[in-house]
């Protein structure tokens, strides 16, 4: 169980092996995943803003994802509490997703084909709904386990 004390009496400064390129490696790890996501589960949408969706919007689409990753990924870098729950990063990555996928879904920004998948009772693509979550995390976790490594050789 997650106690309050343990949050907010962890350090709040970020470990040696988190600096700038530490967030810059997450937002990388971030971007090179959604590109290949956002490629792989475009055919399940028909538009986007009414055009046809181009390689163009999908980098911008991998770009914002990533930006919204590393974002999410700063309290589990800066803070000890966090990150010692940093698994904590694919639940919110889904429920944020949510959030999107209903705000776009309803102010008609994009729009999906009869073959995507629906999360029931939400009525939301199952693709975009499992991208945030899992993939901060696996950047998370990559960037994380790379700085441990790179403290030990050093």
């Known amino acids: 169980m997650i106690r309050y004390d343990d949050l907010m009496t962890a350090t709040s400064r970020p470990t040696p092996a988190f600096g700038p390129q530490g967030i810059f490696l997450i937002f990388l790890f971030a971007l090179i995943f959604n590109a290949i996501w956002e490629n792989l589960h475009a055919p399940l949408y028909i538009s986007y803003r009414g055009q046809t969706i181009t390689e163009l919007i999908l980098l911008r689409a991998a770009v914002v994802d990533a930006g919204m990753i590393t974002l999410l990924a700063l309290p589990f870098i800066y803070n000890a509490g966090f990150r010692r729950r940093s698994w904590l990063i694919i639940p919110l990555g ?14 008609a920004r994009w729009a999906y084909t009869s073959d995507m998948p629906l999360v029931p009772f939400l009525a939301v693509g199952l693709t975009p709904t499992l991208q945030l979550g899992p993939l901060g995390y696996l950047a998370f976790w990559i960037v994380e386990n790379l700085m441990k490594r790179d403290a030990r050789i050093g």
Do not use: H
């Open 94 to 107: 889904i429920l944020i997703a949510v959030f999107l996928e209903l705000y776009a879904l309803n102010s």
